[in-house]
């Protein structure tokens, strides 16, 4: 009896010789742990292959035999699975005292770090009484919980059989133990084994070599393995040059070492790859996975090992995905990133949760609704465009909209217990997406299904709770849903290219592994300590519950994976970012570059740089990307081009790709060219946003885009502010006995204002706003408009306001306004008048445009930006209202509300108060305006036309123009 430890580095051979030890005890019914679940079935096909069968011994994991030792335990209890373990930490965490901890307490991070932190100090078979403060508390208060349902947790349940193994001697009858593939070992796990120990024959596989680098995070474990073993080690030499590519197994006796051994040719043994970016980083592995599959390595004897998989997942899929590359990912996600469970704990959130619009319609629009994707658009769009959002708001008006309830909302109200009710919308939801008669087929539909066992497994879990007599409220099953896991493809399946992370690789070999994310800050990584256990109270603890520090374990993890390679290794790292910006290589990349000449490894390494945007055209992996290095070339060498794309049929697609960024601005169509050809009234607004660059013209007016949802914007703003001041102005007579507003009026004029805008706020406001946004809107808006009306009692001008919201050139117009302004050429002119002030004694009259926002435009303004309202809006006044234009101006409602415009010189004693610069002579301020009609004639000849140019005013895009990623026009 007693404990055996077998020792050597990688490829020594240790775990060949450990399973044929267990072959030859299998008369004694041996017990052989592995590291990981996904190991037994690999260790038995390993086996079988060895011995053909096999009818005694057992293979599992530390947590099978756990299971095995507490099976005959009398005392037994159930044991709480994780979703119970977090309500119970739920209900001792509201039992608790926390002392400034509560609001935190609610998050679920608050109760996971607790849960990980309790399960550690279980492991390390530490009770409450050994600890102190808050910690204390709530290790007690979830251990009692615990006692109160008779349940045990699985740490509880570890250290249950180990004390067991220490105290009954039935517990084990003799059986030999194997072990191997573990570097740290529980507290729990230390006691299972010297108590095997002093049992029973225990072999164990640990590695290891005294005073490496590589090993330092190891010392511990092996330093308590072999005063356990006393004697009884057996160091095993390397041997990687039996299994290894030459050049890998001197990266294995080097790695790390002060003083390595002279090198040998790299021969394409080891390769370095640097990219620009995640994505040409993993089309420089795509290309050599293309390579390597091509000639003849099985998918399955390839790997890319990452520090985090999650972090690669995304990219992963847009390019391998891209190159046809089979590959599959080992790894958990979380029920809420895959669709299934995204749709179903959005429709929970709405129901359950307080969630809006944004949650519901997630789950309607999703293959799990039931409900036509048209119909839901609809009812979306209808919703979105008046910022309907509150719950109760949102579903009354989808319900009117649809003319019937939503059915999984029905469903799910209805149900006795939210467990049932999540039971059957579940169930209704994938019976929506596949139907009753084709059976779910696909990866996609996999998912499905993997997601749908998960959640069903769950629930199950959550009524065994309920069994115990306790309540499971909604907020529990959402919080158990959303920390749910959903177990992805093996990365083991044949035919496919394994991703697994550093802590996966360790037990596995294959012929090619890239190392992906080798670049500072990446890795090592950056070590993370818990909030209630920080490594002093670690140590202080004992326990085994220090840890090694981070950089020593991805030191030694990092030189697993170098070793899991047996005839290529590809180290991989982005050299730069998307944007181009500089990153170091990661330490361990030095590392390995230092253990071979400079030279050979300036060889081995390869670039591809952020304008490397396609392969070379006899290296392209795709179709694709062979017509995209075809379109390269045809710009250096065209003929060329053209003879390979005619050799194989691309002509066409060639000649696309060429004109892709040849864009004719001009129209073309027919139909918008008879449209346009046809029309004789023409907006001013419409005139001046053509001056500014007809290209924004053509995709403000004609192509219209728009955002769906409705906001509070300066159109809206500008809006309510115009309909405010026409019922003030038109009402002010009859409320006020004045035309103007005088100082003696004023305040009586300010109340007449309230009432005015809250008029307008009712009927020109059809978005459902918060109390924050209608607030924010009225008070703003009244500001902005008290000070104009003060302005307005403050002004020395005489002239009275008299028409209001005047327009021109339309059906809806006065009679004698309906033809518009004469441009020529039967060309005409319609528009609005925001205002027009006359001198009661004559017919003499100024125009007033207003402006919501904070400035305004003067004459000079006028002219250098081609606004033409002002000019053109006077024209009228003379031709069309028949009253003598003496100028006019721009009132800007906000900010210092300026006043600027166009006026006449030899008015000005009429029109006291403009700046100075405005005023011009009537040679000038006639030309002005007649320059005015010039132009706008010139923009509707040139719309009638279709002559669309990028011509911005200037002849460079202004920042604020948003319209720049539809612009017609080739960027540099």
Known sequence: MGLSLLAGPAHAGKVALLLDRYLARLDDEPTLIVPNASDVDRVERDLLARCGCLFSGSIGTFDDLFRRLIRADPEQRPVATDAQRALVARRALAAAPLNGLERSSRTSGFADTLLQTLGELQQGMLDPGDLGGDLARLYAAYRSELDRLGLWDRDLLRRRAAERLQSDLDAWHGEPVFAYGFEDLTGAEWSLLEALAGRTEVQVSLPYEPGRVAFASLARTADDLSSLADGRIEELPPRSAEYAHPALAHLERALFQESPPPPPELDAGVRFFEGAGARGTLELVGEELIALIRGGTPPEQIALIAPSVEQWRAPLETVLGGLGVPYAIESRVRLGATPLGHALLQLLRYTWLDGGRRELFAFLRSPYSGLARSSVDFVEGRLRGRAIHTPARV???????????????????????????????????????????APPAGETSRRDLRAYDAALRLLDELDAFRALGEEVHAEDVVAALERAEVRLASASEAGCVAVVDLLRARTRRYEAVFLLGLEEGSLPRRSR??????????????????RPDQVSRDRYLFYTACTRATRRLYLVREAATDDGGPREPSPFWEEVAAVFDADDVARA???????????????????????????????????????????????????????????ETRLTSDALLAVYGSKTTFGVTELERFADCSSAWLFERIISPRTIDAEVDPMLRGSVAHSAL???????????????????????????????????????????????????????????????????????????????????????????????????????????????????????????????????????????????????????????????????VYRALAGARVTRGLLHAGAAEDLPGYQRNDYLEDEEFWSLVETARERGLGYAQRIRAGDVRHDPKGGTCPAWCDLWTMCRVERP
């Open 726 to 888: 026409h019922k003030f102005y038109a009402g002010l007579p009859r409320e006020l006995g004045h035309d103007r507003v005088t100082p003696e009026n004023v305040e009586q004029a300010v109340g007449f204002l309230r009432r005015c805008l809250d008029d307008a706020m009712r009927g020109g406001v059809r978005l459902e706003l918060t109390d924050l946004q209608e607030a924010e809107l009225d008070q703003s808006l009244f500001r902005d408009l008290e000070g104009f009306v003060r302005d307005e009692a403050a002004s020395p001008l005489q002239f009275v306001p008299r028409r209001f919201e005047v327009s021109f050139g339309s059906d809806r117009s006065a009679p004698e306004l309906q033809r518009g302004l004469q441009l020529g050429d039967d060309l005409y002119l319609s528009g609005k008048i925001d205002r027009i002030d006359v001198d009661p004694y004559s017919a003499r009259g100024i125009v007033q445009d207003y402006k919501s926002g904070r400035s305004a435009h003067s004459a000079k303004q006028i002219d250098e930006e081609l606004k033409l309202q002002i000019p053109l809006y006077m024209l009228v006044l003379r031709d069309l209202v028949g009253i003598e234009p003496l100028g006019g």
């Open 529 to 546: 300590t818990s909030p209630f256990l920080d490594d002093d109270a670690r140590r202080e603890l004992g326990g085994r519950l220090e």
């Open 605 to 663: 390494t390869v670039r591809r740089p952020l304008s490397a945007l396609t392969w070379q055209l006899e290296t392209a992996p795709s179709d694709r990307e062979r017509l995209r290095a075809l379109a390269q070339l045809s710009v250096a060498d065209p003929d060329g081009a053209r003879a390979v794309a005619e050799a194989n049929d691309w002509g066409r697609r060639l000649a696309r790709a060429r004109s892709a960024l040849r864009r």
């Open 395 to 437: 579903e009354e008006e989808a319900e009117r909209l649809r003319e019937a309830p939503v059915p999984a909302l029905a469903e799910l109200r209805g149900a006795e217990t939210p467990v049932a009710g999540v039971r059957a919308l579940i169930r209704s939801m994938v019976r929506s997406a596949y139907g009753t008669e």
